[in-house]
């Protein structure tokens, strides 16, 4: 089956900096999805990239969609204590389910 | 809005209970799943149901049933409650089924169990 390599698995960081992570994968994608998790609550949608080498903000946040649709990475720019969690990449291909990277632990030292 | 919504937050069971964790969507959704969630492993798909009236297996689904009781409410049951079984549960809900691209999953807040 389709499997994700996310790292780093995991990051501690200064408030301030920018924080980037990636993902890929031997198969190809037609959707990546980003979400974060906060301690004790589910996974949150952050960004969807739906074509190859799409590249969306939302706030301090980019994602891109890699041109061989193998990968995707997100920035996180100027860091704040609230950005702390589990950062998590999804993947999608028509015709099967979406799969789930291992995530990204993200601490920041105010 | 209270999007998914999963009862109970948690639980904790002695080797060999049962117990049903529900699970219930407002957003109108087609598509509902289950995943259990270990550390450094990620979210795993035990079951899902494209639509009312099907259910079919994820990735991990011994030990477990579902079902999907109306468009809004997707069960999980655990039959005999095994130490492996201890994880944090989140069930999921989508517009589409998984297979159609533009497809996202909406996540609920999770259920916490113990199985000692």
């Known amino acids: 089956g389709q499997q994700l390599n996310q790292s780093p698995q995991s990051m501690f960081i200064q408030e301030g900096e920018d924080v980037s992570m990636n993902c890929t994968s031997s198969s190809i994608f037609n959707t990546w999805l980003w979400y974060k998790q906060d301690p004790g609550e589910g996974p949150v949608l952050l960004i969807a990239l739906y074509k190859a080498g799409e590249l969306t903000s939302n706030g301090r946040l980019t994602a891109q969609f890699g041109i061989t649709r193998k990968d995707s990475f997100l920035n996180i720019s100027a860091s704040i204590p609230s950005d702390v969690g589990i950062y998590f990449c999804a993947g999608l291909f028509s015709g099967s389910r979406l799969t789930f990277g291992e995530g990204t632990q993200l601490t920041v030292n105010p | 809005n209270a999007g998914v919504t999963q009862t109970p937050k948690f639980q904790v069971l002695k080797t060999g209970q049962s117990m049903t964790l529900q699970c219930a969507q407002d957003?109108?959704?087609?598509?509902m799943y289950w995943y259990r969630q270990d550390p450094g492993m990620g979210l795993r798909l035990i079951y899902y149901s494209a639509s009312e009236g099907t259910t079919d297996k994820g990735e991990v689904p011994n030990g477990y049933n579902v079902s999907r009781l109306n468009k809004r409410e997707f069960s999980l049951r655990l039959e005999s409650a095994a130490p492996s079984q201890t994880s944090v549960y989140f069930c999921?809900?989508?517009?589409?089924?998984?297979?159609?691209?533009?497809?996202?999953?909406?996540f609920g807040a999770g259920t916490r169990l113990s199985v000692l």
């Open positions: 999921a809900s989508s517009e589409a089924p998984g297979w159609e691209a533009k497809n996202i999953q909406y």
């Open positions: 957003m109108n959704h087609n598509s």
